[in-house]
C-alpha cells in the first residue's frame, strides 16, 4: 500500500482541486440542458482532454483495475445524476448541506476496510467543520420555502455515490495513476449516462454557442482540472484528511456567488465560514508529524 505522507505541497494541490469542485452548482444552474444531459456532456467533452493525459499509461493497468476504474464511473455517475437533479429541485443550501456529509460514510469505511488510523483529535476537528458547513448553508436557506424532500433524497443519493467513488479511487491510487483512472471512470461514466439520460429525459444535444461553452469550462474546471487533481492529491493524502479538506466546498461557492451574482453574505454565513475554516485546520494539525 502506498505511504501517504500528507506533505503541504499536495494539500495545497487538494485546495486548489477544490476551489474549481465549489464551481459545480454555478454551471449546472447556467446550463440550457436538463441535468442529467447537463452531466452527460461534462463527461463527454471532458473525454479527449483526460486522454491526452493518460495515453501514455493507457495500458498500463490491469484487467481488474481497469474495470474498477469503469466502475469508479458509474458511481460518478450516480453522483452527477443525484447532485444535478438536486440543484435544480431543491435549494443549493440543502444541495451543499447533504452532498457534504460524504465524512459519515468514508470515516468508518476507511478505518474498518481500509485499516486508516484517526489522529486523536481529528474527529473533533471534523464536527467542528461540519458544524461550520451546517451554519453557513442555513444561513442561505429560504424558509419562505417548503423544503423540497425529494430534491433533499437526491441529496442524499448524491452524497452515497460520490462517497463510494472517492473510496475506489483512493485504492487504486496505489497503483494507477490518477489520469488514467479518470479516463476509464469517464468512459463507465459516459455509457451509464446515455442509458438514464435517455430513460428519463430524452438524449439532447448542445445545439448553441453558449450551451457548448458552459459544458466545456464545466468539463475543465470539474473534470480534467478538478476531479483530476482531487485523485493525484489520493495518492499522497489520507482519505480522512482529504474528505475534511473537501468541506472548504461550501465556503468558496458562497465566496462565488457573492462575487458572480452580487449575492449578499449574511453574519450567518461568515461565522459558518470561520468555523469550517477552524475544523479544517484542526484535522490538518493532526497529521502534522507525517513527513
Avoid at 79 to 87: Q, S
Avoid at 251 to 275: D, H, R, W
Wanted: charged share 10%.
Amino acid at each position: 500500500m502506498n505511504n501517504r505522507n500528507n506533505s503541504t505541497k499536495y494539500i495545497l494541490i487538494e485546495l486548489i482541486a477544490v476551489m474549481f469542485l465549489a464551481s459545480a452548482g454555478i454551471f449546472v444552474r447556467r446550463s440550457t440542458l436538463p441535468p442529467i444531459n447537463t452531466g452527460l456532456w461534462r463527461m463527454v467533452f471532458s473525454l479527449p482532454f483526460l486522454f491526452l493525459l493518460a495515453k501514455n499509461r493507457i495500458r498500463d493497468i490491469s484487467k481488474k483495475d481497469m474495470i474498477l476504474a469503469i466502475i469508479s464511473g458509474v458511481l460518478m455517475a450516480g453522483d452527477l445524476v443525484f447532485f444535478n437533479m438536486a440543484i435544480v429541485t431543491t435549494s443549493m443550501a440543502n444541495t451543499n448541506l447533504l452532498t457534504n456529509m460524504t465524512a459519515f460514510i468514508i470515516v468508518p469505511v476507511s478505518f474498518f476496510l481500509f485499516k486508516e488510523k484517526i489522529p486523536k483529535f481529528y474527529l473533533f476537528g471534523l464536527l467542528i467543520s461540519i458544524l461550520g458547513v451546517i451554519i453557513l448553508v442555513l444561513g442561505k436557506a429560504d424558509t419562505s420555502n417548503k423544503m423540497n424532500y425529494v430534491g433533499d433524497l437526491f441529496a442524499v443519493g448524491a452524497c452515497l455515490f460520490y462517497s463510494m467513488y472517492i473510496l475506489i479511487t483512493y485504492k487504486l491510487r496505489d497503483r494507477i495513476s490518477s489520469s488514467v483512472i479518470l479516463f476509464y471512470s469517464a468512459i463507465g461514466a459516459i455509457v451509464c449516462l446515455i442509458i438514464v439520460s435517455g430513460f428519463i429525459e430524452g438524449l439532447k444535444f448542445p445545439n448553441t454557442r453558449y450551451e457548448v461553452l458552459n459544458i466545456l469550462i464545466f468539463a475543465l474546471c470539474m473534470q480534467v482540472i478538478g476531479q483530476n487533481l482531487l485523485a493525484y492529491c489520493q495518492g499522497d493524502i489520507s482519505v480522512n484528511l482529504s474528505i475534511a479538506i473537501t468541506l472548504l466546498q461550501p465556503v468558496l461557492a458562497s465566496i462565488y456567488s457573492l462575487i458572480i451574482f452580487n449575492e449578499k453574505m449574511s453574519i450567518q454565513e461568515i461565522i459558518g465560514m470561520i468555523v469550517v475554516i477552524i475544523g479544517v485546520y484542526i484535522c490538518k494539525r493532526q497529521y502534522n508529524n507525517a513527513t
